[in-house]
């Protein structure tokens, strides 16, 4: 990659391109608690949008269930690919705002990481095609960025989404809890498990706890080798320092009502 390459890269595939496997707010433990809380089986239809690196995807495979990936990036598509390996496993090339899937053909769909990157009405958008691709009575779980109550005290919330889209080069807009659990209601949605877990993607702990210290020092090498991709990750993390106090991971599982 040119210096220029590494400056433009949106922040989640310049992590991945160093060798980061998991790139969710709430790291790899808080995916995990979204999948106990769904219970998932071989009896469900489960759709995830944007899988990406389908790490959670290999998880959620392990439950043998009819699944399908909505994934927008063809090379992230086929390595999602590379893990399925059964008829009723599926990665489809599409956006989550049109899926082209039919109505209530899924028992679970879930998102991670994206949601955040949208507008509100993109996010609304996303939203109510969960709700029209799930039966009645199913399930819809988000893993994403989250505001902590201090934002609204310390009257940051502009500051923090200048400067996080200035470092990960997306359109960042982290909600506070509150507003994601009313944008789940707003179409339907009653709300059954919430957990926070502070934000920290970038800290030597976490990245432990989600790479393995071979995978870290993976990392640690292709950054080190690569001045500009070292610029932008410092950048990063220097932004998600910054603003720890407001900022941290949520996984909201709710259930579209039967009425």
Known sequence: MSKLDYEKMPG?????????????????????????????TAEDYVVEFAPRLGVTAKLTLQSNPNYIAIEQNEQAASKVR???????????????????LPDASATIVYGEAMLTMQSAKQKD????????????????AIHEMSLTPAVEMDGMRENIRKDLVEAIRVNATPLLEEEWKAALKSHGFEIDYVKKVPMHLLHPKRLIEDEGLLGVAK????????????????KIRHTFMKYEKYLQGICIVATLKED
């Not at 590379?82 to 082209?100: D, F, P, V």
């Not at 090498?221 to 990750?233: E, G, S, Y």
């Open 12 to 40: 989640h595939w310049l992590l991945s391109s160093l060798g980061k496997t998991v790139l969710r707010p709430g790291g790899l433990q808080l995916t995990q608690s979204m999948l106990q809380h769904l219970q998932i």
């Open 125 to 140: 958008q996303i939203i109510s095609e969960a709700k029209r691709i799930l039966k009645k009575g199913g399930k819809y």
């Open 219 to 234: 990392i640690a090498k292709n950054i080190l080798t690569k001045p500009a991709a070292r610029k932008h990750v410092l």
């Open 82 to 100: 590379s893990y399925l390996q059964k008829a009723n496993q599926q990665c489809l090339i599409g956006t989550a705002e049109r899926t082209g």
